[in-house]
């Protein structure tokens, strides 16, 4: 049973370029989620989708984060114009009907 | 709204017991504890659905009062493996997990 894996595990990109991470969740896994976290905090809801449909967005999701996925299968979240505030680890996470959330290793931003 | 967590953290001796609380002002379906060490992703240690359930595995058990809004995780004869942030994740339905701030465990020789 392989994981919830995410590329790329770090990233340093300079304010105001683009910036996409990718998730690949469990395979039989319907519901797949983003998540930030910051040191010293829990993880903050961003989005979540069901199969391709995204069913939720947070007020933290400006509009320059955009998330996909465009067959059900894996997803990516793009970042446009970063900026240092975005710094964070990004972590995906999938699950079957919501029971039993499993996440991925998490994507490390790093906006200089 | 995100559940709070308490204590914000705790030093344990191996062999000593713990408990964390995570309470909510809204109403749960389910609550589903998380351990994460440092650098990791989180890892899931259980769910419990409302009905007043207790689960456990090994020394770790929690219990689940929907009435209160209320769930506690017990850590008992505490293990240097046992540290770590733990998160409480609420659902109140069809929605998905919010997560408290965490209780950061310590456990020393």
């Known amino acids: 049973d392989t994981g919830v894996s995410q590329d790329p595990r770090h990233k340093i990109t300079k304010r105001g370029q683009n910036v996409t991470f990718r998730c690949d969740p469990i395979s039989e896994h319907n519901r797949l989620y983003w998540y930030r976290q910051t040191l010293g905090q829990g993880p903050e809801f961003l989005t979540y989708?069901?199969?391709?449909?995204?069913?939720?967005k947070s007020r933290l999701l400006s509009d320059r984060f955009s998330a996909e996925r465009p067959k059900g299968s894996f997803s990516t979240l793009e970042i446009q114009r970063t900026e240092q505030g975005d710094s964070a680890m990004y972590l995906c996470a999938s699950s079957l009907t919501g029971f039993h959330v499993h996440f991925g290793e998490g994507s490390w931003l790093t906006v200089v | 709204q995100q559940p709070v967590q308490s204590p914000q953290a705790v030093i344990l001796r191996e062999g000593e017991d713990a408990v964390i609380n995570c309470s909510s002002s809204k109403a749960l379906y389910s609550v589903h504890w998380y351990r994460q060490k440092h650098g990791e992703a989180p890892v899931f240690l259980m769910i419990?659905?409302?009905?007043?359930e207790q689960k456990g595995h090994e020394k770790i058990s929690a219990s689940f009062n929907e009435k209160k809004q209320q769930s506690s995780l017990y850590l008992t004869a505490s293990q240097l493996s046992y540290s770590g942030t733990y998160f409480c994740g609420q659902t109140s339905g069809n929605t998905p997990l919010v997560f408290g701030k965490g209780t950061r465990l310590s456990v020393i020789a």
């Open positions: 989708f069901q199969n391709e449909a995204q069913l939720e």
């Open positions: 419990l659905l409302k009905g007043g």
